[in-house]
């Protein structure tokens, strides 16, 4: 068998090392863990700004001793926050302007509607800027949006289909 997975005929010249070559991929692909969020970094104009507007939402900032950047426990993953245009020359692009949507949307799941409503108000007390009210959705639930002082958009939102566990984290069904 080829690389690409077509049959060659008997004999084919290589056609062993061919095979050892695709067994040494596939036990390579089984040694590594499958892929898990551990870290979201946010690029951010005001690092001070940023960490207490995260603090007020009740994270807890960790390795406080790190300069330039801030850890807190998200709850299974870690939320760091970094300067943005250190962020951008980390990965080797261009920083974008703040507050522009990129693309992406952070979200933080609640056990009631009066759950999300209550995030949405501590997060703009805290400095956030609400983008869409809290409402009912096409997919049975209740969300609303608000952005980070630096223009991260999070969806604060109830599912009554994903379950919480005990310490908050979302549980999917089967």
């Known amino acids: 068998m080829s690389i690409?997975?077509?049959d060659e005929p008997p004999g084919?010249?290589?056609e062993e090392e061919a095979d050892a070559g695709v067994l040494r991929r596939r036990a390579a692909a089984r040694a590594v863990p499958p892929l898990r969020l551990?870290?979201?970094t946010l690029g951010v104009a005001d690092l001070p700004r940023a960490i207490a507007f995260y603090e007020a939402l009740g994270l807890e900032r960790r390795v406080r001793?790190?300069?330039g950047v801030a850890f807190f426990d998200a709850g299974g993953a870690v939320l760091s926050l970094y300067p943005r245009h250190e962020l951008a020359?980390?990965?080797g692009v261009l920083p974008g302007r703040p507050g522009q949507f990129g693309g992406l949307a952070l979200a933080c799941n609640r056990a009631s509607r009066a759950e999300v409503d209550a995030t949405l108000i501590r997060a703009v007390a805290a400095g956030g800027r609400a983008l869409r009210p809290a409402q009912a959705t096409f997919w049975g639930g209740?969300?609303?949006y608000v952005a980070?002082?630096?223009g991260h958009a999070w969806e604060i939102a109830h599912n009554p289909g994903f379950g919480l566990d005990a310490e908050g984290r979302i549980v999917l069904p089967a």
């Open 12 to 14: 084919t010249a290589g």
């Open 142 to 144: 209740y969300s609303g």
């Open 65 to 67: 001793q790190a300069e």
């Open 4 to 6: 690409a997975g077509v």
């Open 38 to 40: 551990s870290l979201v």
């Open 148 to 150: 980070d002082p630096d």
């Open 89 to 91: 020359a980390d990965a």
